[in-house]
């Protein structure tokens, strides 16, 4: 507050000084005879001198005071749930119109199955030897070297016979374990086995099979 006195003192004094100034000019134009000029110049001094008072500076606003910890507000517990019978929802059944049965499949005819075939005029029957197959091979058929190394062992077979009764193949079945064994068993079954030929339905003779075995055993003196 003292700063702005002091600048309002000082523009008193300024003012006072050229209301003086103003005295002493308007005596000189009376003196003078130039009151018509001193009169413009103090008009013109005046309205060029235009003291304003000047205006004190604003003071800053208070500071806001400082925040206190306010206290969270308080829990607020939730409403208990409302219970209440509600209706069950009504269900309105539509009678909807019933489905377009699909046209059925176009038939597909079917092969006929295969005839089956006439029943045989007469039993078919395989090849059947005639005599005694145990006379096929005889101890004087043994071999001379597996007898006498005394050799032994079994040999089975299997002949093909022909339509007229006679053994056009022979194949070892089960090996007796020398080799010469078995090539004398087919050798001999070939030269002696006769056979009564397999025939068909018609009752015709046809290709037939036939299966056995021959035993080698040395000959007790």
Known sequence: MAYAD???????????IVVAILH????????????????????????????????????????PPPKEN?????????PPPISFNAPAPQVQTVNEAPPIPAPPAPAVALPAPP????????????AAPKGNPGNWATSND?????????REG??????????????????????????????????????RARFTPATDGEGQPTTGSYSNSIRWVIPKD
Do not use: H, W
């Open 6 to 16: 002091q600048q309002m003192s000082g523009n008193k004094i300024t003012a006072l």
């Open 24 to 63: 002493v000019a308007v005596g000189y134009a009376l003196v003078t005879g130039l009151a018509q000029e001193a009169f413009k110049k103090v008009k013109e001094v005046t309205s060029a001198v235009n003291i304003e008072e000047e205006k004190p500076p604003e003071e800053p606003p208070p500071p």
């Open 70 to 78: 306010t206290p969270p507000p308080p829990i607020v517990a939730p």
């Open 115 to 126: 005839a089956a075939p006439p029943p045989p005029r007469f039993q078919p029957k395989g």
């Open 154 to 191: 079994t040999t089975g077979f299997r002949v093909t016979v022909g339509t007229d009764g006679k053994v056009t193949d022979c194949q070892i079945t089960k090996s007796s374990g020398s080799p010469d064994l078995d090539e004398a068993t087919c050798a001999n079954v070939r030269r």
């Open 142 to 150: 043994y071999p001379s070297r597996a007898l006498r190394e005394e």
